[in-house]
């Protein structure tokens, strides 16, 4: 194993995931700190809520890129030889969790970041793509019904580890199936205060493209 190598692409993807997309774009072409508005939150649902559909669309596609980005860099290991194949999944998940820790707690922001909900689609768009292109149909469809961007990724993310219990989706390594089931735990965890702002009816809903202004 090259150490040195392996050791600097797993920090790598922990500083990928640390680039505070929505608080850059806020403050550049804003002149405000997202984290001071809306939900408090560095994430692409907030910059949709407080800055609108176009500036959101980008933070959304750019936190999406990091997650499948820093995940990428495991097969970057392989390639060079510094991991077995039999590693690769380990490491992209290793990889895949360090860049979205870096979104939740980004030192380019002390440490003050999102939930991590776009990073994580990117991490496993590039682990399971076919799974998760399913997950991000029901994602759209959830969020075209119901207008709640909370609802719609604990939804996915719950179909996510259930889809991986059908022989079609199953993955060949029962880690995947576990750390799946895993994650969706910890979306629904983390979405707690937007389940409590769902069941009383206060929830912020996202615009649509084809809304009025």
Known sequence: MNLPLVLGLLVAAY????????????????GLDIREHGSGNAGATNTFRVLGKKPGSFVMAVDVLK????TSLAQ?????GAILPDQLLY??????VLAVVGHIYPIWAGFRGGKGV?????MML???????????????????????????SMTAGIVFALLQLLPQFRPDNSLLLWFGFVLAALLVYTHRAN????RAGTESRVPMPWDKK
């Open 67 to 70: 997650g499948w980005l820093a």
């Open 126 to 152: 590039a682990i399971a793509p076919a799974t998760v292109g399913v997950c991000i149909l029901v994602f759209i469809t959830v969020l075209l019904i119901s207008r709640y961007v909370s609802m719609s």
């Open 91 to 96: 490491y992209q998940l290793a990889c895949g």
């Open 76 to 80: 970057v290991m392989l390639n060079q």
């Open 195 to 198: 389940i409590g702002r769902l």
């Open 118 to 122: 776009a990073t994580v689609l990117g």
């Open 15 to 30: 500083l990928i995931g640390s680039i505070p997309t929505a608080l850059w774009v806020g403050r550049a072409f804003f």
